[in-house]
């Protein structure tokens, strides 16, 4: 149980896409008489919704929709004849197509207005613009762009406007989902490949030893044996290191904790109020998810956070029947919405989240994925710790785990390596200042940051890791929070090793793009940067790959086995004998510490069985950097919904909840 005290959040920045509900006080009471007037509410209704948002703060429309006092149309309608401006309907009356050749889609979106009609016969002079908010005004320019000199306003709903929006500039909305970084931001996108100098530098490597090899290949062999030793210990370091100061981190924290419960009598204290709590988006993107739509939305659902201030776009693609058919059979609250996403290129999550980060009005904006069932109160933590940490933190990560972790030896061990990643690796990196690979889903960021830095790469197949990065590149810094996020863990080998080539596919694709610059990353964050970038984000796809030749050669170290046509020295033996030890010995106790802490005393025995999950990792490293060469760029779906879930109740429909972004 949390008590608050009133902290005003830092405000948002002129150029956010905040919730800006303008009305005054007179105003909203002069909506709540025309309401109640049409018989829409009762006087007891207009009570409790005062009573709503003096505890919640927040716009008392969003208020009368997400307790279900009125409809949309019911509320904008009243507060358009409050206004005394004319209502139009944009769905039985769409606005003319070609007036939105010459606008961005952001800035219609970010000022909540769009051309409706242009011209005619008794007005040729004339545009007609429909709002949602009374205090818009037409942007200095826009009329004489399109070709007017004289502007008039009608009203209309805030999801007519996005539904509008959406509509009339998709194909504008989903080209800049795909190719805004890389038009913008082209040495930090990955759809450029290797730079030429990292290409020369592999060509003269790749020369290097095939001379050296050719001249002597004993020599050769020791040399190239000595450097990927070198490599695979001070990657294994490295992640020791982190582990450790995340360990330590993690006990002060713990103190911490105790020190403010014992300070607040048993009660944590939240720093931010309900009255003062931003607008936050959800984004949720699926792809033949069509299993696990009602688990989605009751996962949604279960968030503690005013549903007035609360945005949840369900993003699923176009070609996706069978989950659009799921999304249109249930029952979505009103702040719930179906966003689907045009046919194009790249097809990748990055792309659907870019389409929402487009659509997305709330101070901060988190991703979940389609199975996840993050802890209720997680929003609420994320604006307390943003609050905390200040303006210079643009995401938090919070944990992740596994709820089928008992399911079999795969799931036991996944959960294991998810312990030790988001429990004390990542906690370290971050207390440390250097570089941080988000993890694929909880991520929470202050929404106009995330624009700022480019949203999401859809040409990486690893676009969380590859954000947390360039966000620190652009001089952000990366946080973490306790709350955990529940979700599946891939229980099937032939899926698991899909998503793990695509997960190290995408660490090698994010190391190679962020070489390209390390000068800027050594700005914002350091040498220790750099080396972090090189030793943890590229030393965690190197040491897969280089684990089966430690292994081999280990082996024939340990038990003496030949191995025809060579003649090892033995310092060089020795010292691959060494890596094979330490490596699988340091990550097995570093696993049996993440199961202590999270006290996984069912599955802590399974630690002993790492060496055997790294050959797992090891054979999909290999099939990654095949696909490196052969299709960067391609996404392998990772299938939902292969655990039990359990018994739930599914969220019912409504209808007209849908915003669709057309690819003609």
Same mark, same amino acid.
């Given at each position: 149980?949390?008590?608050?005290? #009133?902290?005003?959040?830092?405000?948002? %920045? %002129?150029?956010?896409?905040?919730?800006?509900?303008?009305?005054?006080?007179?105003?909203?009471?002069?909506?709540?008489?025309?309401?109640?007037?049409?018989?829409?509410?009762?006087?007891?209704?207009?009570? *409790?919704?005062?009573?709503?948002?003096?505890?919640? +703060?927040?716009?008392?429309?969003?208020?009368?929709?997400?307790?279900?006092?009125?409809?949309?149309?019911?509320?904008?309608?009243?507060?358009?004849?409050?206004?005394?401006?004319?209502?139009?309907?944009?769905?039985?009356?769409?606005?003319? %197509?070609?007036?939105?050749?010459?606008?961005?889609?952001?800035?219609?979106?970010?000022?909540?207005?769009?051309?409706?009609?242009?011209?005619?016969?008794?007005? #040729?002079?004339?545009? @007609?613009?429909?709002?949602?908010?009374?205090?818009?005004?037409?942007?200095? +320019?826009?009329?004489?762009?399109?070709?007017?000199?004289?502007? &008039?306003? !009608?009203?209309?709903?805030?999801?007519?406007?996005?539904?509008?929006?959406?509509?009339?500039?998709?194909?504008?909305?989903?080209?800049?989902?795909?190719?805004?970084?890389?038009?913008?931001?082209?040495?930090?996108?990955?759809?450029?490949? #290797?730079?030429?100098?990292?290409?020369?530098?592999?060509?003269?490597?790749?020369?290097?030893?095939?001379?050296?090899?050719?001249?002597? *290949?004993?020599?050769?062999?020791?040399?190239?044996?000595?450097?990927?030793?070198?490599?695979?210990?001070?990657?294994?370091?490295?992640?020791?290191?982190?582990?450790? !100061?995340?360990?330590?981190?993690?006990?002060?924290?713990? &103190?911490?904790?105790?020190?403010?419960?014992?300070?607040?009598?048993?009660?944590?204290?939240?720093?931010?109020?309900?009255?003062?709590?931003?607008?936050?988006?959800?984004?949720? #993107?699926?792809?033949?998810?069509?299993?696990?739509?009602?688990?989605?939305?009751?996962?949604?659902?279960?968030?503690?956070?005013?549903?007035?201030?609360?945005?949840?776009?369900?993003?699923?693609?176009?070609?996706?029947?069978?989950?659009?058919?799921?999304?249109?059979?249930?029952?979505?609250?009103?702040?719930?919405?179906?966003?689907?996403?045009?046919?194009?290129?790249?097809?990748?999550?990055? *792309?659907?989240?870019?389409? +929402?980060?487009?659509?997305?009005?709330?101070?901060?904006?988190?991703?979940?994925?389609?199975e996840d069932r993050p802890e209720v109160s997680q929003l609420r933590d994320a604006v307390d710790k943003f609050d905390e940490l200040g303006p210079a933190f643009a995401c938090i990560q919070a944990r992740l785990n596994y709820f089928n972790a008992q399911q079999n030896f795969l799931t036991r061990m996944?959960?294991?390596?998810?312990?030790?990643?988001?429990?004390?690796?990542?906690?370290?990196?971050?207390?440390?200042?250097? =570089?941080?690979?988000?993890?694929?889903?909880?991520?929470?960021?202050?929404?106009?940051?995330?624009? &700022?830095?480019?949203?999401?790469? =859809?040409?990486?197949?690893?676009?969380?890791?590859?954000?947390?990065?360039?966000?620190?590149?652009?001089?952000?810094?990366?946080?973490?929070?306790?709350? @955990?996020?529940?979700?599946?863990?891939?229980?099937?080998?032939?899926?698991?090793?899909?998503?793990?080539?695509?997960?190290?596919?995408?660490?090698?694709?994010?190391?190679?793009?962020?070489?390209?610059?390390?000068?800027?990353?050594?700005? @914002?964050?350091?040498?220790?940067?750099?080396?972090?970038?090189?030793?943890f984000i590229g030393g965690t796809p190197a040491t897969f790959l280089i684990n089966p030749i430690v292994l081999a050669w280990g082996v024939y170290g340990v038990f003496g086995l030949p191995l025809p046509h060579f003649e090892l020295v033995g310092s060089v033996t020795g010292f691959t004998t060494f890596?094979?030890?330490?490596?699988?010995?340091?990550?097995?106790?570093?696993?049996?510490?993440?199961?202590?802490r999270r006290k996984q005393w069912s599955i802590i025995g399974y630690a002993f069985f790492n060496p055997v999950y790294w050959l797992l990792h090891s054979l999909a490293a290999w099939r990654a950097l095949w696909q490196l060469i052969r299709s960067p760029s391609e996404w392998e779906k990772t299938p939902?919904?292969?655990?039990?879930?359990?018994?739930?109740?599914?969220?019912?429909? &409504?209808?007209?909840?849908?915003?669709?972004?057309?690819?003609?």
């Open positions: 149980m949390a008590s608050e005290h #009133p902290r005003r959040l830092r405000a948002a %920045p %002129p150029d956010s896409y905040e919730l800006r509900e303008t009305l005054t006080k007179a105003t909203e009471k002069r909506l709540l008489k025309s309401l109640v007037k049409a018989e829409v509410l009762s006087k007891d209704d207009r009570k *409790r919704v005062r009573a709503i948002q003096q505890r919640e +703060g927040g716009w008392v429309g969003r208020i009368l929709l997400d307790y279900g006092y009125c409809s949309r149309l019911e509320l904008f309608q009243r507060w358009a004849k409050v206004l005394e401006l004319d209502f139009v309907d944009l769905i039985a009356q769409p606005p003319e %197509p070609a007036l939105f050749h010459d606008v961005d889609p952001s800035r219609m979106l970010k000022e909540r207005w769009v051309p409706w009609r242009g011209g005619g016969d008794t007005a #040729p002079d004339t545009l @007609t613009v429909a709002i949602c908010d009374p205090d818009t005004q037409l942007p200095e +320019g826009v009329k004489e762009s399109l070709g007017f000199t004289v502007v &008039e306003f !009608v009203f209309t709903t805030d999801w007519d406007i996005l539904r509008a929006v959406s509509t009339g500039a998709g194909q504008m909305i989903a080209h800049q989902a795909a190719e805004t970084l890389a038009e913008s931001q082209p040495h930090l996108s990955a759809s450029r490949g #290797p730079s030429r100098t990292q290409k020369l530098i592999l060509l003269g490597v790749a020369l290097a030893m095939v001379s050296l090899m050719l001249w002597n *290949r004993f020599v050769g062999l020791d040399v190239l044996l000595t450097l990927l030793n070198v490599y695979f210990d001070a990657s294994i370091i490295t992640k020791l290191l982190f582990s450790l !100061v995340g360990a330590r981190e993690v006990r002060l924290e713990q &103190e911490r904790q105790l020190h403010q419960i014992i300070e607040g009598g048993g009660v944590i204290k939240r720093r931010v109020a309900d009255a003062d709590l931003p607008g936050y988006t959800v984004l949720v #993107p699926c792809y033949r998810e069509a299993n696990v739509i009602p688990r989605i939305l009751e996962n949604m659902e279960r968030l503690d956070y005013p549903r007035s201030k609360l945005q949840v776009l369900l993003l699923l693609e176009e070609d996706d029947l069978e989950s659009l058919e799921a999304a249109r059979a249930t029952r979505t609250p009103d702040y719930m919405r179906i966003v689907i996403i045009p046919d194009g290129t790249p097809r990748t999550k990055a *792309r659907a989240c870019n389409v +929402g980060l487009t659509l997305a009005i709330g101070e901060f904006l988190v991703i979940f994925d389609a996944f959960t294991l390596e998810y312990s030790l990643w988001f429990d004390y690796l990542l906690l370290g990196v971050e207390k440390l200042g250097l =570089p941080f690979p988000l993890g694929g889903t909880s991520n929470h960021f202050r929404t106009h940051n995330l624009r &700022e830095i480019g949203g999401w790469d =859809p040409y990486n197949v690893t676009e969380d890791a590859d954000l947390g990065i360039r966000a620190m590149a652009f001089g952000f810094r990366v946080g973490a929070i306790e709350s @955990t996020t529940w979700e599946e863990a891939c229980p099937e080998v032939k899926a698991w090793i899909r998503q793990r080539t695509r997960w190290i596919k995408g660490y090698m694709i994010t190391a190679s793009v962020h070489c390209r610059s390390l000068r800027e990353l050594k700005r @914002t964050t350091g040498w220790r940067g750099v080396l972090s970038l090189i030793l890596s094979l030890i330490f490596g699988n010995v340091t990550m097995i106790v570093l696993s049996l510490m993440s199961a202590r939902h919904g292969l655990s039990d879930f359990d018994s739930g109740h599914g969220i019912t429909p &409504e209808a007209g909840g849908n915003l669709v972004l057309p690819s003609h």
